[in-house]
C-alpha cells in the first residue's frame, strides 16, 4: 500500500504582533487548565468539600505543578542547559515541559494537601483523573499543532510529515486523543456502575490511574525520544511506577493488607519461637 501521509504545517505561533509571538501550546495549555480547575472544583463541591479549601488546593497543586513539570524536563535534558542555567527559568530561551513531572507533582500535592485539610483521599484522586480526562485532550491538540512530540517513522497511511524531519512520522498525539476519548466514555461507565452498586470512592481513579499508565507507556515505543534510563525512556519508568501503584491499591482494596498483616504475624511468630 502506498503512503499517503498527511503533511503537518504545524502552528506553533497562532499570531504575532511585532516581538510578540502567541503560542498555540500556551493558549491550549492555559485552556487545558482552567478545564481541569471547573471539572476538579464541580466534583469537589458535589461531595461537600468547602469551596475555600477546594481552591487552596487547586491554587497549590497547579503552582507545584508548574515547577514539577519544568525541574524533570530539565533534569531529563541536562545537555540543553550546559551552557548557561539561567535558561531553566527562562522558558521563552529554552521551552519545554514534562508532563509526567507535572502529573507526579500535582497528584502528591493534591494528595498532601488533603491531607492537611482533613479531605478525604479517594475524594482528591477521584476529582484528580474526572477533570484529567478533559484537560488531557485539550492540552494534547496544542502539543500538536506545536510539533514538539515527534512519532517515529512509519510507513502506515496515516503517517504525517513534520516540518523539519525526515519521512511519514506516528501522529502520536492523535493516538493519545482518541485514546483519551475511549478512557473518558469508560470512565463515565465506570462512575455509573460504581453509583449504582455503591462502589467505594477511590475506585475510578484507579483504573484511571492503570489503564492510562498503561496506554502511554505502549505509545511511549512510538516516540522519538532521546532520553533514555537503560532499555526504556525516562517516562515509560514513571508509567510503569503508576500502573505498580495502581495495581498495589486493588490488591490493598480488595483484603491484601489484612492478608500481609496476617503473614508478617505468622513470620514474626516463627522468628519469635526459633530465638527463643
Known amino acids: 500500500m502506498s503512503n499517503l501521509a498527511i503533511v503537518n504545517d504545524m502552528l506553533p505561533v497562532l499570531f504575532s504582533f511585532g516581538s510578540f509571538h502567541l503560542y498555540s501550546f500556551s493558549i491550549f495549555l492555559i485552556f487545558s487548565w ?4 471547573f471539572f476538579f472544583w464541580r466534583y469537589l463541591r458535589n461531595l461537600a468539600v468547602k469551596e475555600d479549601v477546594i481552591f487552596d488546593i487547586m ?3 497547579t503552582i507545584v505543578s508548574f515547577f ?7 533534569a531529563t535534558h541536562v545537555y540543553l542547559f550546559s551552557d548557561g542555567w539561567l535558561k531553566v527559568i527562562a522558558l521563552w530561551v529554552q521551552p519545554g515541559l514534562s508532563f509526567v513531572g507535572c502529573l507526579i507533582g500535582g497528584v502528591i500535592v493534591s494528595i498532601l494537601l488533603g491531607m492537611k485539610y482533613k479531605v ?3 475524594y482528591i484522586l477521584d476529582g484528580f483523573t474526572h477533570a484529567l480526562c478533559w484537560s488531557f485532550m485539550i492540552a494534547t491538540i496544542g502539543a500538536l499543532l506545536d510539533g514538539s512530540v515527534v512519532g517515529k517513522i512509519t510507513t502506515l497511511p496515516w503517517g504525517v510529515i513534520y516540518i523539519g524531519h525526515i519521512g511519514a512520522r506516528h501522529p502520536i498525539q492523535v493516538y493519545e486523543i482518541i485514546y483519551m476519548m475511549f478512557l473518558t466514555i469508560l470512565l463515565w461507565r465506570l462512575t455509573v456502575v460504581a ?3 455503591s ?6 481513579s484507579m483504573w484511571f490511574f492503570m489503564l492510562f499508565a498503561l496506554a502511554m507507556f505502549l505509545f511511549e515505543f512510538l516516540v522519538e525520544s532521546d ?3 537503560g532499555s526504556l525512556s525516562a517516562n515509560q519508568w514513571i508509567y510503569v511506577g503508576i500502573v505498580g501503584q495502581a495495581i498495589g491499591a486493588f490488591y490493598v482494596r480488595g483484603g491484601g ?3 500481609l498483616i496476617r503473614l508478617g504475624g505468622i513470620i514474626y511468630a516463627k522468628l519469635s519461637k526459633r530465638n527463643s
Do not use: D, L, M, N
Not at 34 to 37: E, I, Q
Not at 68 to 74: D, G, K, N, T
Open 195 to 197: 453509583a449504582k452498586r
Open 120 to 122: 478525604r483521599i479517594a
Open 199 to 204: 462502589w467505594p470512592y477511590g475506585q475510578i
Open 68 to 74: 514539577s513539570s519544568r525541574a524533570f524536563f530539565v
Open 227 to 229: 532520553v533514555y534510563w
Open 257 to 259: 493488607k489484612e492478608k
Open 59 to 61: 491554587f497549590y497543586t
Open 34 to 37: 482552567v478545564v481541569w480547575s
